[in-house]
């Protein structure tokens, strides 16, 4: 938040798709997302930058705001050769519901991915999509994409009157490469101290342990 303040500050919504897109799937495996392991663990390097090369990944956050029932909004994306894996993040925040309500949520949003962007403009039409009911996230994770142009589209499912407008936000990271990238650990000088003005380098290799960024559905 400190480091991208005017898109995650006050901004619950975008954090959460943010972090969960950027986020490493358990054992790198796209089956291990959902209820046992959620959407995998925070990846801080992941979520801080792009990084450009054939091991490397690119990602991004939109937002946007449906109004009424069947309303839908879009965004055009390209996803280079070479790209192993595709996940996008859909996620909303709104009022909580009242004591004994039947859905733990008033509106229901719906994510469609339409590759090469042939399956209309705005519509419930896509190769991929995720149709939750009873939650405030959506989410897709595609590997081995292929090069072309996508559209994904946040359709209205249901918007309640009494809570509109919906805001919603939408985050991608497509990663060329390992699906779980690593850094390795080497220093150069092998000491404990440098002079002032010395040169040096260090990368680092960070593998967090606990897996702590959750998706429920």
């Known amino acids: 938040v400190q480091h991208f303040p005017s898109a995650f500050k006050g901004k619950p919504a975008s954090v959460k798709a943010f972090l969960a897109a950027t986020a490493l799937p358990h054992g790198g495996s796209a089956s291990e997302v959902g209820n046992t392991y959620g959407m995998g663990k925070v990846e801080s390097y992941l979520a801080h930058s792009d990084k450009a090369g054939s091991g490397g990944w690119t990602r991004q956050l939109s ?62 039409a896509g190769e991929w999509n995720s149709i939750f009911t009873h939650d405030n996230k959506e989410y897709i994770i595609i590997d081995n994409p292929g090069p072309d142009d996508y559209r994904l589209k946040i359709y209205g499912t249901f918007i309640n009157a009494s809570v509109s407008p919906q805001n919603f936000s939408i985050a991608y990271v497509s990663i060329l490469g390992n699906v779980t990238p690593s850094f390795n650990l080497t220093e150069t000088p092998n000491t404990t101290s440098v002079y002032i003005n010395e040169e040096f380098s260090v990368t680092a290799e960070i593998l967090p342990l606990s897996f702590i960024g959750s998706g429920y559905y």
């Open 63 to 124: 937002t946007g705001t449906l109004v009424n029932t069947g309303d839908c909004a879009y965004w055009d994306i390209n996803i280079p050769d070479g790209a192993n894996r595709l996940v996008v993040v859909l996620a909303w925040t709104e009022p909580p519901p009242s004591a004994g309500a039947s859905y733990a949520v008033h509106n229901n949003l719906d994510l469609w991915v339409d590759k090469g962007r042939d399956q209309g403009l705005c519509n419930q």
